[in-house]
């Protein structure tokens, strides 16, 4: 036997765009003539990369292009990316719901995935038979699940309602009782997405603690797919990073997490127009021009003594819209620090436009960063423009990342490494007092 | 196969939840299974047997029905529920693995569970009419019941499981699939016996795998009626031809069909 768990070779899968379901019959008649004669799929375009923010130029697309690595047994692998770039396909593949176009996958072991919590819970059944059933989707036997019933009932903590049926359960616990179930999967090889967006920070703790306790205790393979920097610095060994559906780079995790989030460095502190990439999308406004400035001048490199400014550019398309522009400062694992915006209560200043309706055109927003506030590390901002409907609000996750230097303006008493995510210049009183 | 073996229990539990999952919040529960078939049998004897006058060659029209209906239930209901398991499933298929052919099985079994239950409301009335009538002779035949159960259970798996692979990239076979239930019901000796079909067409009713089903299972336990070992050999064969076909096309489908569905 060898150590290796997971090995991926040259893995592609294609997919088509648009509406699924006109047209087929020709495209599979067309196909499998060209077949016949010896041919190449005739949609199947080799050499085209995914970019879901560029029009390309078939209809078929490829969400993941010559895919390998391999993940060696025992080893908690991180799978890193933005959105859209490949992660969840990766994982449908490897937990064989869906087949690759392209490639092979050699496995040595038992597979379970967590693609998703509570997969197959039927409203109408109670939480106790629910517990067998996701057990026995998941590939437990009744035998292993009844061993462990009591732990899975006691983690979840929704004892009193185990024999009710869940549709009477709040979202909370039924989200609970659906990862208690998960977590007591004994499979050699763990394959888990993001499921940790779950529940309460209570909860998130727990089932953190208990992934850990199963990669180090148990020595199990796991692969881990999130967007909290944080989780994967603390859980993975090594990641992977994934980029418009091709292997980016693989390597420790610390190395990953740094390129992943200063990836965005490259714009230079600017971004403007279709470069900007949104998470979501607000009908009344989006961004023209995101930038950082210094004395004036765009930079992604940042003195730590001088004043930032995080310029906003953005146009109302709707007469009377109330927007607050807003932006959070996030470390470089992805914490945010701090989420400031401009409502009239929560600024320093005043200014006539704060928090109050909008006409159509084109606005701009400033907000400035005292100097001697920023630690000497890498940050990145996301900016959003928030609606009064709140879940439209236009989400720009990482839009630009800068990295502030320490030049020395408070390095005249101490030389050693200054720890914090922030280093404030703050004041301070000393008094003798006998 | 081996890999159904290993999710035995998942098989079991699907079940369960069939059953479940059905009568719950219903205040007669499990009394359905036999009202249905109670309503059809006497729709059918009043439309069928009272109005147009169909020949049920001398048996008693309500239990000539009843046969029927009880055989054909099963047949259709888990056709239907086997041919739109990729649809109905989909969320679940398309976030974690499983072999998929424990979904349809499980609807055989569950279907087979409730036609257990209905065969038995059967058997009581057949009872009744076994002592009040003269007309009902049972035959030997009957033994063959299992057998017909098992080709009807593999028929619908493998019909089921040949439009559930279609049905998930053309949706057109779920269009198809609803009324073509209904119409083959009138393709098979349900409500008429083979016996009252003009002879030169009697291969054309014969060439639907259900119906030597059908009259060998109502001459087994009513008497009157066709049962002839050639035209319930081509059932059989046909039945492991539909199996054999279904089984493949299911299991190429079942690779890809989320991304499809």
Redesign the interface.
Same mark, same amino acid.
Do not use: D, W
């Given at each position: 036997m060898s150590d290796i768990a997971i090995k991926v070779e040259e893995l592609g899968k294609q997919?088509?765009l648009g509406e @699924? !379901?006109t047209g087929?019959?020709a495209h599979d008649l067309n196909r499998w003539f060209a077949k016949l004669r010896g041919k190449e799929d005739p949609f199947a375009k080799v050499g085209e990369v995914n970019d879901r923010t560029s029009k390309g130029s078939s209809d078929y697309v490829w969400s993941l292009r010559d895919v390998s690595f391999e993940v060696k047994k025992g080893e908690v692998l991180g799978i890193v990316g933005r959105n859209g770039a490949g992660k969840s396909t990766l994982l449908?593949i490897l937990?064989?719901? /869906?087949?690759p176009t392209t490639g092979r996958i050699k496995v040595d072991g038992r @597979?379970a995935?967590l693609?998703?919590v509570g /997969? !197959?819970f039927?409203p109408?059944?109670t939480g106790r038979?629910n517990i067998?059933?996701n057990g026995?989707?998941? !590939?437990m /036997?009744?035998t292993e699940i009844r061993s462990k019933f009591d732990e899975i009932v006691d983690f979840s903590g929704v004892e009193r309602y185990i024999d009710t049926?869940v549709k009477r359960y709040s979202s909370g616990m039924y989200v609970r009782l659906a990862f208690a179930v998960s977590a007591f999967l004994e499979p050699e090889i763990l394959i888990v997405d993001e499921v940790l967006a779950v529940g309460d920070a209570e909860f998130q703790k727990k089932c953190l603690g208990r992934m850990q306790d199963v990669s180090r205790n148990d020595g199990r393979t796991i692969l881990f797919v999130s967007h909290n920097m944080a989780a994967i610095s603390n859980l993975c060994t090594s990641c992977v990073f994934m980029r418009n559906g091709m292997l980016h780079n693989a390597g420790p995790t610390e190395q990953i997490i740094e390129e992943y989030i200063s990836f965005g460095r490259q714009n230079a502190g600017e971004i403007a127009g279709s470069d900007i990439v949104y998470a979501n999308k607000c009908p009344q406004a989006y961004f023209s021009n995101i930038s950082i400035l210094v004395g004036g001048e765009i930079t992604s490199s940042i003195d730590i003594k001088k004043d930032v400014q995080v310029r906003l550019e953005y146009v109302v398309t709707v007469d009377d819209s109330l927007i607050y522009p807003s932006i959070h400062l996030l470390d470089n694992v992805g914490t945010v620090i701090f989420a400031t915006f401009n409502g009239p209560s929560a600024t320093v200043n005043v200014d006539e436009n704060f928090g109050k309706p909008l006409k159509k055109g084109k606005y701009v927003s400033v907000l400035t960063i005292p100097g001697n506030f920023l630690n000497e590390k890498a940050y990145s901002i996301s900016a959003f423009l928030v609606p009064l409907d709140v879940t439209q609000t236009s989400v720009v996750e990482n839009a630009l990342s800068f990295v502030v230097t320490d030049t020395g303006e408070m390095r005249k008493e101490f030389g050693g490494d200054w720890i914090g995510l922030l280093r404030p210049k703050m004041s301070w009183m000393t008094a003798k007092l006998n | 196969m081996a890999n159904v073996w290993r999710y035995r229990d998942l098989v079991v539990l699907f079940v369960r939840r069939d059953f479940v999952s059905n009568y719950k919040q219903t205040i007669l529960g499990p009394l359905w299974l036999f009202i249905q078939p109670l309503l059809t049998t006497i729709t059918f004897y009043i439309v069928f047997g009272r109005v147009a006058n169909l020949s049920t060659n001398g048996i008693p029209q309500f239990i000539f029905y009843l046969a029927g209906n009880t055989v054909w239930g099963y047949f259709s209901q888990s056709l239907t529920a086997v041919a739109t398991v990729f649809t109905t499933n989909a969320a679940m298929l398309s976030k974690v693995y499983f072999p998929r052919l424990a979904l349809p099985l499980s609807i055989v079994i569950s279907n087979l569970v409730r036609f257990s239950i209905q065969f038995g409301l059967f058997l009581l009335v057949w009872v009744f009419y076994l002592f009040t009538s003269s007309a009902i002779h049972p035959s030997w035949v009957a033994l063959l019941t299992p057998l017909l159960v098992m080709l009807m259970g593999m028929l619908s798996l493998g019909l089921g499981m040949i439009f559930t692979a279609l049905t998930t990239k053309y949706r057109d076979l779920a269009m198809l699939l609803t009324f073509g239930v209904q119409l083959a019901l009138y393709a098979t000796p349900v409500i008429y016996p083979l016996s009252t079909v003009p002879a030169k067409y009697h291969w054309l009713i014969l060439a639907n795998p259900m119906s030597a089903i059908v009259e060998t299972f109502r001459v087994g336990f009513l008497g009157p009626g066709t049962f002839n070992w050639l035209y319930l050999g081509y059932s059989t064969l046909a039945t492991l031809v539909v199996l054999l076909a279904g089984t493949v096309i299911f299991n190429k489908v079942e690779k890809s069909f989320t991304d499809t569905v």
């Open positions: 997919y088509r @699924i !379901g087929t019959l449908k937990s064989k719901v /869906t087949s @597979i995935s693609l998703e /997969t !197959g039927h109408e059944l038979e067998f059933l026995a989707i998941l !590939g /036997t009744k049926p | -």
